[in-house]
């Protein structure tokens, strides 16, 4: 079957099967920035914004969000154009081995779109999906908070 | 990796009488889509064809005269963050929800999913149950609305065969009912090894009414009738919470799996249900 997305601004068109999740779907034509691991939900890894809200793209099937709009972490900013979190994340070591890290800055973004004011406990909830093995956590928690006076301060999108 | 080899097409129906004649269609080959997280962990390679629901304007949450109405295709996330859950119970069930699994998943669970699946696991069918919700099943031309407890008590997966779960009800409760639930998990992300929702109505100190739900035993979630009997007409002391978490401990019907022991899981009841009579009494 086909499927119509709107990933990152741009309108694409997939030939899928129906039983496939959308991580799959979307490695497979190019968006390799998105990565795989548990295929359960339970890393984070795969973390995609559908419709703005938060998922894992290995749990969800590519035919039920036919027609969304998709952000992966190239939608939020690039290499020589980073978004604050991006840049909060590197500046507070919150970047290692890097295989988490689209995914919980793709969770950070969504967290400041919707509360551009967040508690501690609210950083930590909304980060709690994305398991991270180097980090442990503080640094990533510091990141948001720095992005949230970085954004403050106007440097954002 | 392909999840579901067998699946040959997809539905997007666009009213509730159009989904239960494509159901009715081939009840075994077809699956109800609602988050489709079930599906998508622990798929049946003999699923044929899925019709998603997203386009039956399912997902809402309502306050009306008789309680909270959630749609079926409301997420966690969705329900927390609506305006009448912010106050019910005191933004009590709010805060139990959001401890459910993890963020990425609360956005994807829905209320129908988990109670068409009616996975043992499952912290939110305990919490429903408990909370003497109801479940309103639809053909598209005729509702009927029944206990979440009496709808498990019969064929339900008969029942989601013929009909769409369209919501879930939430009743009104006065300020003298209390209501708390205890789950313990290993991790954040762990399923409960053991979850219990309890229901009280009080008067004064005294338990004129009690529900007591609890699931991840391994077994799916069960009213615990015995303990509701033996609760009622009691008075809320620490005393009687140490003597009915003793009772809970020795009665309660639940069994051993590969994560944990019978006896274990049977301590773990008796000291949720003393916790919850201890934060009752603390109003």
């Known amino acids: 079957m086909k499927v119509k997305y709107i990933i990152n601004g741009k309108e694409e ?18 968006h390799s920035e998105v990565k795989g691991n548990c295929y359960l939900g339970t890393c984070g890894a795969c973390t995609v914004l559908i419709d703005g809200v938060p998922h894992t793209s290995c749990t969800i099937l590519a035919a039920k969000v036919n027609g969304s709009e998709i952000t992966t972490i190239k939608g939020v900013g690039s290499l020589n154009n980073s978004h604050p979190i991006q840049k909060a ?23 400041l779109k919707k509360n551009p004011d967040p508690t501690d406990e609210d950083i930590r909830k909304s980060l709690d999906g994305n398991l991270c093995r180097c980090t442990g956590y503080v640094q990533q928690i510091e990141s948001v908070k720095l992005a949230v006076k970085l954004l403050k301060e106007g440097k954002n999108e | 990796m392909l999840k579901l080899k067998g699946v040959e097409d997809v539905y997007y129906p666009g009213t509730i009488k159009e989904a239960v004649s494509l159901l009715r269609r081939d009840k075994e080959g077809s699956e109800i889509v609602g988050g489709g997280l079930d599906i998508s962990v622990l798929p049946n390679p003999r ?22 109405k959630i749609g079926a295709t409301s997420s966690i996330s969705f329900a927390t963050d609506s305006a009448p859950m912010q106050t019910y119970f005191n933004g009590k069930v709010k805060e139990i929800l959001n401890e459910i699994a993890t963020e990425l998943l609360r956005n994807q669970i829905t209320f129908g999913g988990s109670l068409g699946k009616r996975e043992p696991y499952s912290d939110i069918v305990t919490m429903l149950i408990a909370l003497d919700a109801k479940v309103v099943l639809s053909d598209g031309e005729w509702d009927e609305e029944l206990s979440i407890a009496d709808f498990y008590k019969g064929n339900f997966r008969k029942l989601i065969k013929e009909r769409i779960i369209k919501e879930v009800i939430l009743n009104n409760f006065d300020s003298s009912y209390f209501f708390s639930m205890e789950r313990f998990v290993r991790n954040a992300t762990d399923i409960a090894l053991l979850n219990m929702g309890i229901l009280l109505k009080l008067d004064g100190k005294e338990i004129s009414n009690a529900i007591i739900a609890v699931g991840s035993r391994p077994k799916p979630a069960y009213l615990f009738e015995e303990g509701m009997k033996y609760a009622k007409g009691k008075s809320l002391s620490k005393e009687f919470a140490e003597e009915f978490g003793n009772f809970v401990e020795s009665h309660i019907d639940v069994d051993k799996d590969y994560r944990v022991s019978k006896e274990y899981r049977a301590h773990i009841a008796g000291v949720f249900a003393k916790r919850i009579l201890l934060e009752a009494m603390e109003g």
């Open chain 2, 47 to 68: 699923i044929k064809h899925l019709i998603f629901l997203d386009k039956l304007g399912l997902e809402y949450v309502k306050k009306t005269e008789d309680g909270i």
């Open chain 1, 89 to 111: 994340f590197v500046e507070k070591g919150a970047v290692q081995c890097g295989f988490c890290t689209p995914g919980t800055i793709l969770s950070a973004y969504a967290l």
């Open chain 1, 13 to 30: 068109t997939y030939e899928i099967h129906p039983g496939e999740v959308l991580l799959d779907v979307l490695r497979r034509n190019g």
